[in-house]
Structure formats: C-alpha cells, structure tokens
C-alpha cells in the first residue's frame, strides 16, 4: 500500500513540476499575477507530493517493508532506526529522490521568499518555470529509470545489509548538505536563464544578480559543508588518514564549489557596478553544469573510482542527455538573448578588475580539475589505453592558478570600485607584507623547521591572506561604526577561512609523518615526537558488529598523553572488516593509529600518523560557512534596512 | 600584453609536463610479462590476488603475493597496511615499479570497495576467466 502511494506521490509531483514548467516559462496568455498565484500553489504541490514521497520511502525502511526492492537492498531488521533512515540515501534510487526532493525545496522556499516585489515578479516566476522543468526532467528519469518504489512479487524475509562504510553519522548528513549544495545552484542558473528570458533592454537585466546572490551564497555554505563532511568522513573512516585523495567524485563536488566561488564574486560586481553581466550569467550556467556533471560522474558508475557504487548505463546516458540539454539550451540562449554590455573602460587598479581575475583563476582551477578528471574517461573511451591521472598532477598543476589567487586575493582587499589610490594601498600592503613574512619565518623557526622554499611560500601566503582580511576590520580610519563592520565582517571570515585552510594544508602535507608498523604486546615505535606503544588486543561487540579492538598509549618523552583505540570491525562475516581508527586531536596535531591485522608471531601490523594543524582544513571552511551565514542572515537584513531609511 | 602571454604559455608548459609525468599507465600481467609496461616508471597494474599465494614476513608488515589475470601471474612485494577488503581471489589494483627481477614493489595497493562496486578493469579480468 504504502509504496503505491509512494509512486502515485511522484507521479503528482511529476504533473505539478510540468505544470510549474509551463504557467512558470509563460506559455499560456493568462495574466502574470494569476501566474504568479498558480505557480506557486503549484510549487506547494510539488514539494509536498516529493516529501511525502521521501516519508513513503522512510516508512518502509523504519517497518523493515522488504516487498520494496529498494529496502531489501539496502536495509535489513539489525539495522539501527537512525541508519534505515538514513539509508534512503544510500544509494542510487534514494539518493536522486532526495535530489529532487531538495531541488523542489530550493524552488518552494525561492517561491516564498519576502524579497521579491513586483518588478522582479516576471522574473521570478519565470526562474520558477526553469526549476520546473528541471524537476519534471528528473522525475522522469527517476520515474523511468531509478524508480525507489518498484516493489518485489516475493519479498524477501530479511534484507542486505547497508555497506558498513557508510553506517556512520557524518554520511547521514554528508549526502543530503552535498546535494542541497549541488541542486541549490540551480536557482542562479534559473534567474540567470530567466533574466535573458524576461529583460528588457537597460536597467532590469541586472535585476537577477542581486536575487541570486544570496541564494548562490546559501547553496555555497551547503557545497562548503558537503564537501568538509566528506573530507573529514574519509578521513576517520576509510582507515587511510588521508583527507583528500583526489577521487573522482571528490573532485566532482570541488569543480562547482570553485565556479560556484567565481559566481557569488561576480555577482557582487554586477549588482553594484552593473558590469560583467555575461560573465556571471555564464558562471551560472556553468556551475550548475558541472553539479549535473557531478551528478553524472557520480551517479553513472562510469569511474574507476573508490567511491563509485551503482551502475547502469542507461541511467548515465539519460543523465548525459539531460546535461547536455541543460547546459546547451542555456549557452544558447546566452548567445542568442545576452544584450551586448556598453564597453566600459576599467582601472587596472580596481576592485572590478581584481574581482575578475580572481574569478578567471578559479574558473582555471575548475578546468585543471576537469581535465584531470575527465582525461582518462575519454581515452578510454577511445580505447586509447587506460590511464589515471595521479594526485602529484593536481597537487602540482593547481598551484599554478593558486599562488597568484591568494596573492591577489590580499591586494585586492584594499582596492576600491573604480578606481584606487596605489600610494595608499602600498602603505598599507607593506606593512601586512611585513606581518605575513614574519608570520611565516616565525612559523619556520620557532615551531615547525625550514622544509623547503614552497611551504615557506605557502605559510606566507596563507598569512598575507588572512592579515588583509583582518585590516580592514581593524584599521581605525575606515571603521567607525559597527555597522561598517558588520558588513566587511562576512568577507573577513570567508577569506580568514581560505587562509586558515590554506596553513593547514601547507603544514600537514609539509610536516606530517607516517609509518606502516607491526607492533607485539609492549613494543613501542615512535613518530616524531609521539610515542606509541601497543598495551593489549581485545574482542568487543556493537548492535551489529563485533569488533578487535587495540589498545594504544601514546606519550611523549616527558608526559603521557592517552590510550586510544582503533577497531577492526566485523558487521557481517561474509564481508570483509572495517577499520574505525583511532585518532586523538587538538587543535595543534592529530594522532591517528588505524590497526591492520594480525602478522603472526604474535605482531599485529598499524598505520600510524603525525598530521600537525590537521583541523584546520576543517575549521578553515567552517569559518567560510559562517562568513557566508553572516551575509545572509545579518549583513543583509541590516543592509535592506538601510535602503528603506533612505527611501524614508 | 607581453607578460600576461609569457605568464599563460609558462603556464601551460607546466601543466602539459605535469600531466605528462603525472599520468599513470594501467597494465594487466600479460602485459607486464610480456614487457609492454614500463620498467623506468610507475604506473598501475590490476589482477586476482592469486589464492595461496600471499606470504607474510612473520611479524612484519612487509608481505609477498601473485597478482594474476588468470593465466600468467605477476610477483608483487608490499611494505605497508593492506586495506580491508585485500583477500585472497580479490580483485586489486596496485601502484608501483618493477625492479630489475620483474619483481613489482607496490607503493599503494586499492582494493575494490564493496559488494557492488569494482574497478572496470577488475571487472574484465573476471569474465575473461
């Protein structure tokens, strides 16, 4: 019962996201206040008619209904409530469910938002008409090809287990930020589409950009949190300790956080100085590509990949088509509509220009990245041998459009729109210079050791980016009021971020160790500083596992710190183990020991690291997310009020 | 306009070197055998672990086994932590370079990841079997 009611929930939605699509893009004579009304009883519809679809989904999971193909895949009666649950995005079917789900909710909650008066009524209804066809396009493939409801003649009594790796809590909410940040990019693809759909000529084609702004910011916090979520899960989880490995769907999700970067930089340009309209449209367009692209890559199983599950070609090549559909409608109408931009002569020295150039390298980063990814898909698609392209390539190859970005990043801060005053910015430059350059060598020689002119590089630009975001908060003469400081405040974080993530990767990837070591009871090794010394080897047991678990006491000469206890867990004996490690951190270095397995002779073989400033590619985001939150939810109710006194 | 070219066509030349040293040749054991994989540099070989064949140094974490498309095998020598899934008639793929014997010493060995997921390559072998 419950999963034909689920079916029939995705076939309203289905009908309601055509509907959205064809009141929303304007294709009847009805009057644009009717449409506006229609279209958004419409959107309730559809959101509602997928969440219930999600609750149907849910149901069955948490009742343990194996008669639904998709539970006895993935879920069985052993399973804890929170991981039934969170197995609706386990896999494929599921996990597209709750991309649309997400998309319909970016459509509802873009359909209520407060700031749209009636000047940006076409506009907005017309993005509602795109988000519509989007979502009708992918309720059809899930209709079609990933269907969660298909329901079983024979159901089995009990189901498969879920993969272990992904019974964690960081996965129940990794895959849900990730997609939030991937569909929420459709919203500026949709304005951006809608606005070469609906403008006329002069003012109102600039209207979209200070529409999208914040919800490219908001999709931007999800994509940042996502991709963290993921990071940080590889790193506990996957019994490695590495935090990025430069996996397919790894980078998947950077490519569009990078343009999607270059777009919320872009759009400050053209809402305030009404310039380079084409280029943000374009990074619309693009960054919501590559989410599409990420989809695909993810979704199609077309990768040689870790991470890559399911795969079916047909659903790849229904996915491709739509990419292919999306992305070339939007570049068309680009070409066809986009009113060509007064050229306006622009001052080297000015925020637009710096703003522009940093986008083109993040723009570069992306494209490395593709190439890198994409490079081996198609030489072997060409049966030209099989290649993969190694993570030295990216380490390398990304410093070139990096190192000119942070540098620019710092001067940029202290230009103005227009036009600079380079005797003033100098003044200032020098002395962060100065800061940033003892910053680093204190760095060197006080805690960590000279290891080569790159980390050195590397520290100084991760400080030069973080003191010019300081400056401007600090700087007496610009600052009076807190006002003003709430509105640098959200770049400062942001950039402070950037910086802090940039050290942290400099420091580990300079300064970490690591060493593969078998170790009998009693027997101690050293990395480093740290001492660590295996003490006993128990059996344990979970709900659904049971588990070998290592005793380990690390110390240093002088103190003693802590015993930790990394697992080897066994969820099914039919399946291999898994490795929980054990990791001990602060804010300094983390530890981390993942056991291996017994090598006879009594000796059990360990992986064990030293990783200094680790967190801060953790943390380092997390100050980006809450940048981002601050513009949305303090900067900018702050500024809307402003604008009404003005008015006043 | 002359800097900004000279900066772009460096740049460029970075990255096709990088590209070029940094990709990664995959082989299969015939392959190896039959010498059509490089001897000066790495690159990835894919395989069965053949089932018998591994071998521990007793109380280390170095280890010995085949890697076989199931017809010639290949000796692969690993200093480290196997991952998890590494069994006995698993598929794997290892990185590395073969040293003067023939002998390939695997820097990093990735095992396919879970019931339903296996590296395309991987996939092959086992219907050719």
């Not at chain 1, 030209?384 to 710092?410: E, R, W």
């Not at chain 1, 610009?478 to 709430?486: D, F, H, K, P, Q």
């Not at chain 2, 070029?20 to 790495?42: C, K, W």
Request: aromatic share 12%; net charge neutral; glycine share 8%.
């Amino acid at each position: 019962m419950i999963p034909e009611l689920g079916q029939l929930l995705l076939v309203i939605a289905m009908v309601a996201a055509f509907f959205q699509a064809f009141l929303g893009m304007g294709l009847t004579k009805i009057s644009t206040d009717q449409r506006d009304r229609l279209v958004s009883r419409i959107v309730t519809i559809h959101t509602v008619g997928l969440f219930l679809a999600m609750v149907c989904l849910g149901y069955s999971f948490v009742s343990d209904d194996f008669s639904v193909l998709y539970v006895a895949l993935n879920s069985n009666t052993n399973l804890p409530v929170v991981y039934k649950i969170a197995a609706i995005w386990g896999a494929h079917e599921g996990s597209f469910l709750l991309w649309l789900f997400l998309l319909s909710l970016w459509s509802f909650l873009f359909a209520f938002s407060k700031k749209h008066d009636s000047q940006y009524l076409d506009l907005k209804i017309t993005a509602l008409g795109i988000l519509g066809l989007i979502s009708f396009s992918f309720v059809l493939f899930i209709i079609f090809t990933s269907n969660p409801f298909e329901v079983l003649p024979n159901p089995p009594i009990q189901g498969r287990s879920l993969n272990p790796l992904l019974q964690d809590p960081a996965l129940v909410i990794h895959p849900p930020m990730l997609y939030a940040g991937y569909v929420g990019l459709a919203v500026p693809f949709a304005l951006a589409l809608s606005s070469l759909m609906t403008s006329k000529e002069g003012h109102s084609q600039f209207q979209w950009a200070s529409v999208a702004r914040v919800w490219t910011i908001m999709a931007w916090v999800f994509l940042t949190g996502g991709i963290v979520l993921g990071s940080w899960w590889a790193y506990y989880e996957l019994g490695w300790g590495g935090w990025w490995f430069w996996d397919p769907v790894e980078n998947a999700s950077l490519m569009p956080w990078l343009t999607a970067t270059a777009l919320l930089h872009s759009l400050i340009v053209t809402e305030r100085q009404k310039l380079f309209n084409g280029f943000s449209i374009l990074l619309a367009i693009i960054s919501f590509s590559q989410s599409l692209l990420g989809t695909f890559l993810v979704r199609s199983g077309i990768l040689i990949s870790v991470h890559s599950f399911a795969s079916d070609p047909s659903r790849g090549i229904f996915i491709l088509g739509l990419l292919g559909l999306f992305t070339g409608g939007a570049l068309l109408l680009l070409a066809m509509k986009h009113k060509k931009e007064k050229p306006v002569k622009i001052d080297i020295l000015s925020r637009e220009s710096f703003l522009l150039l940093n986008n083109v390298f993040l723009c570069t980063a992306s494209g490395l990245i593709l190439i890198g990814t994409l490079y081996p898909l198609a030489l072997e698609m060409l049966d030209a041998g099989k290649i993969s392209v190694g993570a030295p390539y990216f380490n390398f190859v990304l410093l070139i459009p990096f190192l000119p970005l942070l540098f620019f990043i710092g001067l940029g801060v202290f230009t103005s729109w227009k036009f600079s005053n380079a005797k003033i910015m100098i003044s200032k430059l020098k002395w962060v210079l100065a800061a940033s350059i003892l910053f680093s060598i204190g760095c060197t020689v006080f805690l960590y050791g000279y290891a080569g002119f790159l980390t050195l590089i590397g520290i100084t630009l991760a400080g030069w980016t973080m003191i010019s975001a300081l400056m401007p908060l600090v700087e007496r003469t610009s600052i009076n009021t807190l006002e003003n400081a709430m509105k640098i405040l959200p770049m400062s974080l942001a950039h402070i971020g950037l910086g802090l993530t940039v050290l942290g990767i400099t420091v580990t990837s300079s300064y970490g160790l690591t060493q593969d070591k078998s170790l009998r009871f009693g027997q101690s090794t050293q990395v480093g500083d740290y001492i660590f010394q295996l003490n006993d080897i128990k059996e344990g047991a979970g709900p659904n596992y049971f588990s070998i678990i290592a005793e380990i006491q690390i110390s240093t000469k002088d103190n003693e710190i802590t015993v930790i206890y990394p697992e080897k867990r066994i969820y099914d004996l039919n399946s291999p183990a898994m490795t929980e490690a054990g990791i001990e951190s602060n804010i300094a270095r983390d530890l981390f020991v993942a056991l291996g397995e017994n090598v006879g002779d009594q000796a059990w073989s360990f992986h064990l690291q030293y990783k200094p400033l680790l967190r801060l590619i953790w943390i380092g985001p997390f100050v980006m997310i809450i940048g981002g939150l601050f513009r949305v939810y303090l900067t900018r109710p702050l500024r809307r009020r402003k604008l009404v006194q003005q008015d006043d | 306009m002359i800097v900004v070219l000279l900066g772009v066509g460096l740049a460029s030349f970075f990255v096709l070197k990088s590209f070029q040293q940094n990709l990664l040749y995959y082989f299969t054991p015939i392959q190896v055998q039959s010498g059509e994989a490089p001897t000066d540099r790495e690159f990835r070989m894919g395989g069965l672990v053949q089932p018998g064949s591994v071998r521990r140094a007793e109380g280390s974490v170095a280890v010995e086994f085949f890697l076989t498309d199931g017809n010639v095998f290949i000796i692969v020598k690993y200093n480290g932590i196997l991952p998890d899934l590494f069994r006995e008639g698993q598929g794997i793929i290892a990185t590395g370079r073969l040293d003067t014997e023939g002998v390939f010493i695997a820097r990093e060995v990735l095992a396919k990841h879970d019931e339903n997921y296996m590296p395309p390559e991987i996939h092959k072998i086992k219907e050719t079997t």
